[in-house]
């Protein structure tokens, strides 16, 4: 496979997508709008002048007085912009930056579907009320890429496993035997506070969809097979703040580990009476705490979700009942603690939990999840047709070559059956393999994932590119809106140079000198006979 090849088939997508946009390029040539105005040489179409009078609302183009007032206010405005052009305001790296989020953040309005979003942030929200106590043995497979023949030797002895269990054994026990007898590629855990947003998804999907007590079959992830059991379900108490002070135990391997329990346990009691004595809980943390991170802070601890903290610390912290309150001492695996509660919340509601997770799903796995139903509305609006047979054929490949590798591109050269039709133009098997090479991004690690992700991509590549170029076409509103966001930053620019910079009380005097210079320094020519059919109010629809 040649680089050229892999460019062509990438080009693909652009020319497709170039023909819609240079229709609606035409199409806008042929209707363009009567100018105006021209200021400095630059034609101002009729749809700015009256885009800016509706949008300021106090212009009566059948009132000649407003009608004039207006077309000053226009024609002083479009000066100003004109001046800050001529000092090169709009080459400034500040201004080009923030036009270009703007401009980023006004398509995103129209490149999503929040609806969508919100329905798919919902369903794991739904979730967040519950805590699941949950045990697991996992299976490991490869730590890199892997394909269908790693998998499946792991699949079975996960299989057998959870025959086993499913026979009556149970749970713990075979797990202790599992791990006894290979300790390298088995692994055993416990999670007592277990939320969404946590893992991967095929793992949160499959324990959340399980009753108490059930055990899921071998769910795949991308480091292991896993057996998943619910211990326990429990309401989600909220979050909490709590402040602390720990006590660790020696690190010196002269002490033995109990005398080095009893002497962390007798600090901490000492510790402890000086809080029943009234002592500054916050003080003592900064002398005794061997936290360093939260003593400098009297002991706090952020506003945390239950999971955040060791199991015993946890328990106790969430027991408390009134801020203030102060538990007795307390052991975990770092030594022993004392606990204040500050605060407690409830659980956090939905609007506050998707600003937390709406960010990390358009990183990750989930992205698909988020942008479901965006993309779909896409595949159907662009004539979206897929061929399965196609696709499998490819999938064979994955078996042998992992899919960004230039041998499974290599493998594919010959392949030229339509793999999809969109946009009306067929995309071949071949054409997706140098894809995949080009633009390896999936967080996959097994090979028919990897593809099946990629494949996704590849799709939402071509119909989001397609929808980018159309946007003009059927969003008109983005091109006034552009170009008012624009203007507006250079006004404000070139206004606090000439104006607002100065006292208060020369400002007017500055506005009015600033104005007599820009008559004199630009050409203005106005077109008095279309502004005077304004008045038919017909242009105003």
């Known amino acids: 496979m040649t680089s050229s090849m892999i460019k062509e088939g990438l080009i693909k997508i652009v020319l497709?997508?170039?023909?819609?946009?240079?229709?609606?390029?035409?199409?806008?040539?042929?209707n363009n709008d009567t100018v105006v105005m021209t200021v400095a040489g630059k034609n101002i179409p009729l749809t700015d002048f009256i885009y800016l009078a509706k949008k300021n609302g106090g212009v009566n183009f059948s009132n000649t007085k407003s009608l004039n007032d207006y077309v000053a206010l226009f024609k002083n405005f479009k000066l100003k912009v004109a001046d800050a052009e001529a000092q090169g305001l709009d080459k400034k790296k500040e201004f080009m930056d923030e036009l270009r989020n703007y401009a980023s953040q006004l398509v995103s309005g129209y490149m999503s579907d929040s609806k969508g979003e919100d329905a798919e942030i919902r369903k794991i929200y739904d979730r967040y009320s519950t805590i699941l106590d949950l045990s697991s043995i996992m299976f490991a497979l490869p730590a890199d890429k892997y394909f269908s023949k790693d998998t499946a030797v792991v699949y079975q002895k996960a299989m057998q496993a959870y025959n086993r269990i499913k026979s009556g054994e149970d749970f713990d026990k075979v797990s202790v035997e599992l791990y006894q007898a290979d300790t390298v590629n088995v692994m055993l855990d416990h999670i007592a506070t277990f939320l969404p947003m946590k893992v991967q998804k095929s793992f949160e999907n499959a324990a959340y969809s399980l009753p108490e007590g059930g055990v899921s079959l071998p769910v795949r992830t991308d480091i292991g097979y896993f057996l998943i059991k619910i211990n326990s379900k429990r309401p989600n108490p909220g979050r909490i703040q709590v402040a602390h002070i720990l006590v660790p135990f020696p690190d010196d391997s002269t002490i033995s580990k109990e005398k080095g329990e009893q002497m962390a346990l007798d600090r901490i009691q000492e510790v402890y009476e000086k809080v029943k004595a009234g002592e500054d809980f916050g003080e003592l943390a900064k002398k005794y705490s061997g936290d360093s991170g939260s003593a400098a802070k009297g002991g706090v601890l952020p506003v945390s979700d239950p999971g955040k903290f060791d199991e015993f610390f946890e328990k106790v912290a969430f027991s408390l009942t009134t801020p203030g309150e102060v538990s007795l001492p307390v052991k975990t695996r770092f030594g022993f603690h004392l606990i204040k509660l500050i605060k407690k919340a409830e659980i956090p509601s939905f609007e506050q939990m998707k600003n937390e997770w709406k960010p990390v799903m358009a990183e990750g796995e989930r992205n698909f999840e988020l942008n479901r139903s965006f993309d779909e509305k896409l595949k159907e609006e662009y004539g979206f047709v897929e061929y399965p047979e196609a696709y499998s054929e490819l999938q064979k490949l994955c078996n042998d070559y992992f899919p960004s590798d230039h041998a499974f591109a290599d493998n594919a050269k010959d392949m030229k059956k339509t793999l999809i039709h969109v946009v009306n133009t067929d995309f071949s098997q071949v054409e997706f393999a140098h894809y995949m090479v080009r633009c390896p991004f999936s967080t996959k690690h097994y090979s028919g994932d990897f593809m099946k992700e990629v494949y996704n991509m590849f799709i939402r590549d071509i119909v989001t590119t397609a929808e980018q170029k159309n946007l003009s076409k059927k969003h008109p509103e983005i091109e006034p809106l552009m170009q008012e966001y624009r203007d507006g930053i250079l006004l404000f620019d070139v206004s606090n140079n000439e104006v607002w910079?100065?006292?208060?009380?020369?400002?007017?005097?500055?506005?009015?000198?600033?104005?007599?210079?820009l008559d004199e320094k630009y050409p203005v020519v106005i077109n008095w006979t279309l502004i005077n059919k304004l008045k038919n109010k017909k242009y105003l629809k």
Do not use: G, N
């Open 501 to 517: 910079s100065k006292p208060a009380d020369q400002q007017a005097a500055a506005e009015k000198e600033w104005i007599k210079r």
């Open 16 to 30: 497709v997508v170039f023909t819609l946009f240079a229709f609606s390029v035409a199409e806008a040539q042929i």
